[in-house]
């Protein structure tokens, strides 16, 4: 085996592994995920309701029925499966979050004992809300050197690993609703201006706020059964944009800036940044969700059209981690993608 330089503490979430669902009970048992799936949680619910009074469970066809074998919290799970294993294998250290709270570390036990296997070490941590455990990003974030902690967070996750930068308490803690781009920041426009001042002055970088998304969102009964379509807002803004700061790119989802043109390519022209859209087939892995790493690569989603449009573009192979599978099913159900449920301690 050759031994690599360990390159800097990397923290993933974990996942809970538990009795075989359907897809609507899988959501419904999510507590809080985030504001634009709502609607997706009061349908599950719903739907799980209604099966509970009928005892009847309606499938359209013979492979539907045989899908009821499937484990969407196994499709879960073994999507961060793979995003510890890349890591481990690249040299980074992982920490798993790991909660000292005896009935949250029975509920997370299976997959903590699993990613140990894979070479991840436990995190203890305090932190109590099942969902902040699922997307430790939701529970802060870095922006230069100064550390947001959000307001809901019971722990301060990063100063475990030993980080000793400043901390704030702010919305913007909530990770996914602003990201780094190195001389700036682009931030989610459901963010308020006080807050945005805040970001401003604490880290001395310009904040941008840009539109929130909108977008269809499926709740399906199974992989291949859809059953309801709906226009949500998506909130989370490293869902559809982030910057490659080395390389002076900003990479943006293909539909969102068709649909928001002017906004990013105004950014762009004061930023002094090349604009690369994803690939639009590689929508669901989400690849603007990468997660920046300590010693400045990016863990990529295994998104090849997006990644040979970044090459042309300047993006050198040394700048890639790619991931050794796609991550999908956790973007596509709620759970955002790479970097929703990771913490880099760069």
Aim: proline share 5%.
């Amino acid at each position: 085996m050759v031994m690599i330089k360990k390159r800097g503490f990397v923290i993933v979430s974990p996942e809970e592994i538990g009795k075989r669902r359907s897809i609507p009970e899988f959501i419904a048992d999510k507590p809080k995920i985030m504001e634009f799936h709502k609607k997706r949680i009061e349908l599950a619910k719903a739907i799980v309701e209604h099966e509970k009074k009928t005892g009847k469970i309606v499938f359209k066809s013979k492979s539907e029925i045989h899908s009821v074998r499937w484990n969407p919290q196994y499709a879960s799970a073994s999507e961060r499966f793979s995003v510890i294993r890349t890591l481990v294998d690249n040299g980074y250290e992982v920490r798993v979050l790991s909660p000292k709270d005896p009935a949250l570390k029975k509920r997370f036990e299976k997959f903590i004992g699993k990613a140990t296997e894979f070479g991840a070490k436990e995190l203890e941590t305090e932190e109590k809300d099942p969902r902040l455990l699922s997307y430790v990003r939701d529970s802060e974030t870095k922006i230069g050197k100064t550390v947001f902690v959000s307001p809901e967070a019971t722990d301060d996750i990063l100063k475990r690993t030993g980080n000793t930068s400043q901390r704030v308490i702010s919305r913007a803690g909530e990770g996914g609703k602003i990201v780094d781009g190195g001389k700036f920041a682009i931030a989610s426009g459901d963010m308020t201006e006080k807050e945005i001042q805040q970001v401003e002055k604490e880290t001395g970088k310009k904040v941008y706020k840009i539109p929130t998304a909108i977008e269809p969102v499926e709740l399906k009964l199974w992989p291949k059964q859809t059953i309801a379509t709906y226009l949500a807002e998506m909130l989370h803004v490293d869902m559809y944009v982030n910057v490659i700061p080395q390389r002076n790119i900003m990479l943006v989802e293909d539909a969102y800036l068709r649909q928001n043109k002017k906004q990013i390519e105004a950014i762009a022209k004061k930023e002094g940044l090349k604009i690369v859209a994803t690939d639009p087939k590689e929508f669901r892995m989400r690849p603007t969700n990468f997660l920046r790493l300590p010693d400045g690569k990016m863990l990529f989603n295994k998104a090849p059209k997006t990644i040979e449009k970044l090459k042309k573009a300047g993006v050198k192979d040394e700048d890639f981690i790619v991931n050794e599978r796609k991550v999908e099913f956790n973007p596509e159900y709620g759970g955002g993608s790479i970097r929703c449920f990771t913490l880099s301690s760069r």
